[in-house]
């Protein structure tokens, strides 16, 4: 008798869930449709091809071998997991991105510091011209930055005409690994740093003056309140704009695709380029969809770690 009764009492809840789900349905009905084409048109230009890009990275698909096409599990990943190429791209990656991030940021801070004195004259239009790297199309940027680093560039031209540098022998900033690597940093550290600059000029506008007159008052110079004062307030705001930055910067394929090509002897050559080279020149699509996928999993954990931490320093205190 007690078990119908409880029978009975969960066919009544769910009865009951059901006709609120009715209910919420009838009575928003019309925002509902008035959705249904974004959501179609989401679906066909993100979800669709996000479900048929990971359904590739578990197949054997080649293009030079079409009729070899098959599933084959997790070989693609094992084989990522065994490869030199794959190891060198990630270490490349995470040089590459380490260093643009902290360059960028060291410079944002700098910039952010300067352009927020009150004293500073014309430092609305400094505010604006500093915008330039990062308003400018990146592709165009990337060009630019490529042609006068080559060997007959103008950065050799002018290092020329300061009798730094030979005629014949100019420095070869884009054929030498290091010498590669240092100039997609320095490259990127200027495309990116003022983002940095911004999100740091409001985190330091927010701050109060009445902090540092008390600093001042209290016997604090410029060093303490800068280390007492103005660093730990930016905190929350430079680690969340310190991630967006990492995770933009490791999915920019143009910044090494265009200056290098992941050389010189793949000393750049990074996670997202080498996902390009496996997929496209070498027509393996099912392992180089599989290096995308490692690289979404990877960029994944931190936007995980970005919302986390976003959550935490905008709640209440």
Known sequence: ?????????????????????????????????????????????????????ILEGFRYHNRVQPWATRYNGLDNFRKAYESHDVRLALRNSVVIVGGIVVASYLVGLVAGLILNQQALRFRNIYRALILIPWVTPPIAAYISWQWMLNDFGIVNRVLYHLGLVSEIEPIIFLGEPKLAVASVIMVGTWFRFPFMMITILAALSAIPDDL???????????????????LPLIVPVSVIATLLQAIWTFNDFGLTYVLTGGGPANATLTLILLAYREAFQRPNIGFGTSLAIISMVLMLGLGAVYLRLQSRYSAPA
């Open 212 to 230: 540092y007159e008390a600093a001042a008052l209290d016997g604090a110079n410029p060093i303490q309140s800068f280390r007492d004062i103005t």
């Open 1 to 53: 008798m007690q078990q119908a009764t409880t029978f009975e009492r969960v066919r009544a809840s769910e009865g009951t869930r059901g006709g609120r789900v009715r209910a919420h349905l009838r009575k928003n009905a019309l925002p509902y449709l008035l959705i249904l084409p974004s959501i179609v048109f989401l679906a066909a230009v993100e979800f669709y091809p996000l479900a048929r890009g």
